[in-house]
């Protein structure tokens, strides 16, 4: 159940970042330029699925380190199989696909990837939810030796 819950939250990220990149095209790139728009909106995106992989773990409950790297993992590589997958079924040459891993280059793309990875990881060991106290019948009253 884990799996399935697991990849709705990743089909969700990748609405996200469709329209991410939607948004950087035809705004943020008009304003201020495609590099700088490049640069925003990927920082933008890590930090968001940071946050969003960091709160999806705490929603499933995930308490033990392993569980968390699982899921951040399989995130990640998700992520990075898609992210060539797709770029090759569009046409994209493999040295395109490489460019936006240039940290050289000042491409920061690589942020995105190991924010999936690291979100899980930093939400820490989630507590139980707490069982609720068992009812008690209520304590009889001691009788005294007055009359």
Same mark, same amino acid.
């Given at each position: 159940?884990?799996?399935?819950?697991?990849?709705?939250?990743?089909?969700?990220?990748?609405?996200?970042?469709?329209?991410?990149?939607?948004?950087?095209?035809?705004?943020?790139?008009?304003?201020?330029?495609?590099?700088?728009?490049?640069?925003?909106?990927?920082? #933008?995106?890590?930090?968001?699925? #940071?946050?969003l992989?960091?709160g999806?773990?705490?929603?499933?409950?995930?308490?033990?380190?392993? /569980?968390?790297?699982?899921l951040?993992?399989?995130?990640?590589?998700?992520?990075?199989?898609?992210? #060539?997958a797709?770029?090759?079924?569009?046409?994209?040459?493999?040295?395109?696909?490489?460019?936006?891993?240039?940290? /050289?280059?000042?491409?920061?793309w690589?942020?995105?990837?190991?924010?999936?990875?690291?979100?899980?990881? #930093?939400?820490?060991p989630?507590?139980?939810?707490?069982?609720?106290?068992?009812r008690?019948?209520?304590?009889?009253k001691?009788?005294?030796?007055?009359?």
């Amino acid at each position: 159940m884990i799996a399935l819950k697991a990849a709705i939250f990743w089909c969700l990220l990748f609405v996200l970042a469709v329209l991410n990149g939607v948004a950087r095209q035809m705004v943020t790139a008009e304003m201020f330029g495609e590099a700088t728009a490049l640069l925003a909106h990927t920082v #933008f995106l890590a930090a968001l699925f #940071f946050v969003l992989a960091r709160g999806f773990t705490r929603m499933l409950g995930l308490a033990d380190f392993g /569980s968390r790297l699982a899921l951040g993992l399989c995130l990640c590589v998700a992520t990075v199989l898609a992210e #060539f997958a797709l770029g090759r079924a569009l046409g994209m040459t493999w040295e395109q696909l490489m460019a936006d891993w240039n940290l /050289s280059e000042g491409r920061l793309w690589p942020l995105v990837p190991l924010a999936l990875l690291f979100g899980p990881l #930093f939400a820490g060991p989630v507590a139980a939810p707490a069982k609720p106290a068992a009812r008690r019948a209520p304590r009889k009253k001691k009788a005294s030796g007055r009359k």
